[in-house]
């Protein structure tokens, strides 16, 4: 399955139990008579840089299809990061910009599918 946020940006998760995982974070606003919805990824496995978007491959197999010019937070998604920075307090949250994790992207950072198969 693809998904295409209207908002999103890399959440970085560190824990004791799981190590680093990289995963997207995003919203889809739901405009005048719906609500909106956020989702998080399973963990990035790989990405693909077009002109205009990313494509992130998760550890799922889903792909993320994130443009460039929508790599924010939106209002729903900070409340909603902190709130997990307030009742998951046995994991850190850090938000990553992408030109920080592809720069990044080389270091030996375990990822999901890794830390299942140990």
């Not at 990313?54 to 550890?59: K, P, S, T, V």
Request: proline share 2%.
């Amino acid at each position: 399955m693809t998904y295409t946020p209207d908002d999103w940006a890399i959440l970085r998760i560190t824990s004791e139990e799981f190590g680093v995982v990289d995963k997207i974070f995003c919203s889809w606003s739901g405009g005048y008579a719906g609500s909106d919805q956020w989702k998080l990824s399973s963990g990035i496995v790989k990405y693909t840089q077009y002109q205009d978007y990313i494509e992130f491959l998760q550890d799922s197999g889903s792909v993320y299809r994130c443009y460039t010019n929508a790599e924010r937070l939106s209002g729903y998604m900070s409340q909603m990061l902190h709130s997990f920075r307030t009742k998951l307090t046995k994991g850190k949250f850090d938000v990553v910009s992408f030109s920080d994790y592809k720069s990044k992207n080389n270091l030996n950072i375990p990822k999901l599918h890794d830390i299942i198969q140990a």
